[in-house]
């Protein structure tokens, strides 16, 4: 069979879920299952894997969808939990003394209080934050998902205190290999990371600046009662003051001190900057903007899950830093939980796993309740239980209704993620072929020769697709970049960086994550009109990064002592 072949074959599953969920708005709940069929067809018949490969293969995402589930829950219950205790109350009426305008608020809850949160805790933990956040603000539930995944982009690289580059780089390269190379042409491999960690944060810094701008416009245009994109543009001063202070910091962060802090440094600086900016009417348009009439508005906009305050407050209103407390504890217990050793390694201790599931090597999975942010967010919960002095019928409320909710997701994940699972892993198979999405790639590289920087990040994109995560897209496909670069003579820390940006921006249109966001506001089923708005921001950001690598490329002709070495994948 030809490499053409193939690699069309291997494309098919993700084609399938797109003409599905996009083209004919087939709820993910019917059409996962019906891609996961397919992908398990070509996994057995085309790349000859072996059913027990398949199998474990399954039983590894299936670990997954438990963890990631768990995320979604903790993110459920903390919000449902605020808003039997009166905290939702009091946050709506601390924005209203920021801003009415819901752009305004957009910029500043997702977009930087976002950033914050993927930075300390990243996996799809922004998404599942903001987007409940949003819709107990007032905000229609599609529209707190569309803007809760377009989010998901700049600060991605450096999520969850920069695990895609030190976890995914690190791991998905040779680098022992890569090292003595770079030490006989008088480099080493820490000049080498610090370099692609610096370019990251540069492309990211160029490009997303206008990301809160670009959040607020699609918002305007597709929720709006004119649909207008000009209502979003009125707000460009104030949302490119924004990225700016977002992204300077965030930029210098990540050249100077590396890859564990710009998204967090970033959001911080910017929200100490921008909310006493917003609260004074710097820059901010003369007439505020909300959304139509709730009355007036479509049903695909509206969830299940609701947050009537009238029925939500306690009998004694909560100060509006009493209602923030359990966020900002939140964000403080994922940092510690992160940053210090110690509690990190104490919240591992206690992991439920499998290795080698059914005696394949590498087919592993685990769960580790404590660390992951799930467990820090019931945490808070119990801890917010006792700061807002809830009763027991609030917290069995609370408890109920996101019981409730979170069983839906499940049926969508447990297809999903195991069918990313059994493209990861098919590169161990008996027709000795690459693995699926290795097979897509090289698709693109074979197809486009010299120009092929400019497809890089759509190639980082496609494995955060596939996958949902920056970090395994960067394991998957940094060493094919990097032996891209090496063919055609070019920088391989700079297309490594291609890569890793790209993955962050393929990070709004990965599937699972729209299920998972979907999930906290009761909107699954429709996550193919989701798609059909994040993949404008996602073109966007690979188009202008494609465009960035070909000018450093060819016209400032970046390079590193990577183009004297020739590597091939292990």
Partial sequence: MSQLLLSLLAF???????????????????????????????????????????????????????????????????????????????????FSGISPDRRIQAII???????????????????????????????????AVVVGMMIQSTPVSFGAVGTPIIVGVTGGVNQAQISAQLSAAGSSWETFFRLITSEVAIMHGIVGVVMPLFLVVVMARFFGAKRSWREGFEVAPFALFAGICFVVPYVLAGVFLGPEFPSMIG???????????????????????????????????VGNVEFKLEQDVTRKPLSVVMGWLPYVLLAVLL?????????????????????????????????????????????????????????????????????????????????????????????VNEADLASMPVAMAQLVADSVGHVY?????????????????????????????????????????????????????????????????????????????????????????VIAVGLLGLFAFYVLGVSDPSMTLNLTSE
């Avoid at 067809?41 to 059913?51: E, P």
């Avoid at 019928?393 to 994940?413: C, D, K, N, P, Y």
């Fill in 12 to 94: 098919s599953p993700l084609v399938l879920a797109g003409i599905l969920l996009i083209g004919f708005r087939v709820p993910a709940k019917t059409a996962m299952p019906i891609v996961f069929g397919l992908t398990v067809l070509i996994a057995l018949l085309i790349w000859d894997m072996t059913v027990a490969r398949v199998i474990a293969s399954t039983m590894q995402g299936l670990i997954l969808t438990v963890a990631i589930l768990w995320i979604i829950f903790g993110a459920l219950l903390l919000l449902n939990t605020l808003k039997y205790s009166g905290g939702i109350a009091a946050i709506r009426t601390g």
């Fill in 267 to 301: 959001a911080l600086v910017g929200l100490a900057v921008v909310v006493p900016a917003a609260r004074r009417g710097f820059l901010l348009p003369r007439t505020p903007w909300d959304f139509p009439e709730r009355g007036s508005w479509p049903a695909e906009w």
């Fill in 109 to 143: 809850v997702a977009w930087l209080f976002g950033c914050f949160i993927e930075g300390a805790s990243g996996f799809g933990t922004p998404a599942a934050v903001a987007a409940p956040l949003m819709v107990a603000l007032g905000f229609p539930a599609l529209a």
């Fill in 453 to 541: 920087p400019f497809f890089a990040p759509a190639v980082g994109a496609l494995g955060a697709f596939i996958a949902g995560s920056n970090t395994v897209s960067n394991l998957m496909l940094a060493q094919f970049q990097f032996n891209v670069a090496n063919v055609l003579g070019l920088s391989g820390a700079l297309m490594v960086a291609l890569q890793a940006v790209g993955a962050a921006a393929g990070n709004m249109i990965a599937i699972h994550n729209v299920v998972a966001a979907s999930a906290t506001v009761g909107l699954l089923g429709r996550e193919g009109i989701t798609l059909r708005k994040t993949i404008l921001p996602t073109l966007y950001y």
């Fill in 335 to 427: 940092v510690i939980s992160r940053t210090v050793p110690e509690v990190k390694q104490a919240l591992m201790t206690v992991s439920l796993g499998w290795s080698n599931i059914f005696g394949e090597a590498g087919v592993s999975g685990s769960i580790e309740p404590f660390y992951l942010p799930g467990g820090i967010m019931l945490l808070v919960v119990l801890l917010t239980i006792v700061l807002h002095r809830m009763r027991a019928a609030q917290v069995s409320a609370a408890f109920s209704e996101s019981t409730r909710t979170i069983m839906g997701a499940g049926f969508v994940l447990i297809f999903t993620i195991p069918m990313v699972r059994i493209l990861i892993n098919s590169g």
